[in-house]
């Protein structure tokens, strides 16, 4: 990516040699598995081999695995860009489209995002703008800081700016369509893309809420829900103290059986399940739970935040 680094210190130890990457996917369909009988394949091979296993009998109907995380790394402005809602995306041959949102893993002071168009925009000035290179006057520009949780769905205008490092859970799709780009010399995609936009969309940061009673938790342990959409759910668990167990199972209300994501954004731990070896986990890595495990802990080995993402 034209707009990535070329260090992921100190979240990975990977430099990349043939020019800047913006992009670390955990859960594509390429990313391999590392641990446990599976080592070796790839998430898609386990989806499609095992994939009622994977995400339980009520989703086993779906076509991919269905949530996107990744972490993005951008050392120069993303492109000003929409991705389709369900329908559209149908229409261009694709099972769904793209709501997503970003947790800032990291942000420097004065961070900012663009998230939707300014009020009373319309789409004739969108496209005039874009003709005239003036697109990011008409954008909202919000402040963001470390820990804040931002929702994006479909069909809002929006851009990443330096300054942060984002964990984005996303419908597993990568229909993007690009408006503007600064003049880099990459393809537009304005046909589309105006199609795309809706011009009043529910996107913004969302404050979170303490987790419904979910079983017992570890004392020094706090969990919220980050956010909660038609198609994902994400909470967070802070842990205080080292060599503290914290209990978990399928979130609250959610339809027993879902596939679990589990990713570690400060601090590192261990994983245990019934009758499995235990994994240990640092930050910046993601856990698979698939739908088959109903229960499972994290041991902490010091204070340590994870995030958890379930499709609904």
């Known amino acids: 990516m034209v707009w990535g680094v070329r260090d992921f210190a100190p979240w990975y130890d990977y430099k990349g040699a043939d020019g800047p990457i913006g992009e670390v996917w955990l859960s594509g369909d390429d990313c391999v598995v590392d641990t446990g009988p599976l080592a070796g ?57 793209k709501t997503e949102c970003w947790y800032m893993l990291d942000a420097e002071p004065g961070a900012t995002v663009a998230l939707g168009l300014r009020p009373g925009t319309t789409l004739e000035a969108v496209q005039a703008a874009i003709e005239d290179k003036t697109l990011e006057t008409l954008l909202q520009s919000v402040p963001v800081k470390k820990g804040e949780m931002i929702f994006v769905d479909a069909g809002t205008v929006h ?56 079983g017992p938790q570890a004392a020094g342990a706090g969990r919220e829900v980050l956010v909660q959409s038609k198609y994902f759910r994400v909470d967070r668990t802070r842990i205080a103290d080292a060599n503290m167990t914290e209990n978990f199972s399928v979130p609250a209300g959610r339809k027993a059986g879902a596939v679990q994501l589990i990713f570690v954004a400060e601090g590192a731990g261990a994983l245990h399940s019934k009758g499995e070896a235990a994994i240990l986990l640092r930050r910046g890595e993601l856990a698979v739970v698939p739908a088959c495990t109903a229960e499972w802990s994290l041991t902490s080995s010091g204070p340590m935040e994870i995030l958890r993402a379930t499709p609904e």
């Open 159 to 214: 851009a990443i700016f330096p300054g942060v490092v984002i964990l984005e859970t996303q419908q597993n799709s990568d229909m993007t369509y690009r408006l503007y780009d600064y003049g880099r010399p990459r393809e537009l995609h304005l046909k589309d893309g105006l199609q795309a936009i809706r011009l009043q969309t529910e996107a913004g940061i969302v404050q979170p809420k303490m987790e419904p009673d979910n």
């Open 41 to 97: 394949k790839t998430l898609d091979a386990v989806f499609h081999e095992r994939r009622e296993d994977l995400l339980g009998p009520a989703d086993a109907q779906q076509e991919r695995f269905p949530l996107l995380m990744k972490v993005l790394f951008p050392r120069e402005k993303l492109s000003v860009q929409v991705h389709p809602g369900d329908a559209m995306a149908r229409e261009h041959g694709e099972p769904h489209g």
